[in-house]
């Protein structure tokens, strides 16, 4: 029982790569896929991605409940989240996704990356870093804003009606939510920069 949470962590890296190869494929295969085969791939990505999402609040929950935290489970979970958004975003970007999705998606991407450098140097200067509660809202908003933008560019896939009036204010809701999740990850990106700067000019 207590491999559980780390058995989900890592279910949640396989996820997150096929989610990733999955949109990829659909869209750098498709003049050699047929349009049935394309849309599966699409869906398949999409449940990937949703059953990778609800894990990473699992996984989490679980190790807590058994008692079963580990060093290894605290090392992969936040690399787990990174990888599952990352590779939400770029199998995103490969549909051809336009600028609505590709600024919000470069901040975020950009706030991750610096985070973790900052972190790696914190580290090796003993200074710790502890999530905020802002950080933990941050990776759940921006997991439901990046199943809101698959779902809006895998619409066809699931052969939703087509009609404006009902996929419009879906994409304006979507890309709202993205927007609002990349602005969170920035502000969670400063916080982090003046916990870092303090403590280190302590140091």
């Not at 590709?102 to 090796?124: C, H, K, N, Y």
Request: aromatic share 10%; proline share 4%; charged share 15%.
């Amino acid at each position: 029982m207590s491999r559980i949470p780390n058995i989900l962590t890592g279910m949640r890296l396989a996820l997150a790569l096929f989610t990733f190869f999955g949109l990829a494929g659909a869209a750098l295969l498709s003049e050699q896929l047929t349009p049935a085969t394309q849309f599966a791939l699409e869906r398949w990505a999409f449940w990937a991605f949703a059953i990778a999402a609800v894990s990473d609040f699992f996984d989490g929950w679980l190790a807590r409940r058994l008692h079963a935290e580990t060093l290894w489970g605290a090392i992969l979970d936040p690399i787990a989240d990174k990888v599952l958004i990352c590779g939400a975003i770029l199998g995103l970007l490969s549909l051809g996704s336009n600028a609505p999705v590709a600024i919000p998606a470069a901040l975020i991407l950009f706030r991750e990356f610096t985070v973790s450098a900052l972190r790696e140097i914190a580290a090796s200067k003993g200074v710790s870093l502890p999530v905020t509660l802002l950080a933990k809202w941050k990776t759940t908003l921006q997991l439901v804003a990046l199943g809101a933008e698959l779902l809006v560019a895998c619409w066809a896939a699931f052969s939703l009606p087509g009609d404006p009036a009902v996929l419009g204010p879906a994409t304006i809701a979507a890309h709202s939510l993205l927007w609002l999740a990349a602005v969170i990850t920035l502000i969670t990106g400063a916080q982090y920069w003046e916990q870092a700067r303090h403590a280190l000019s302590r140091d």
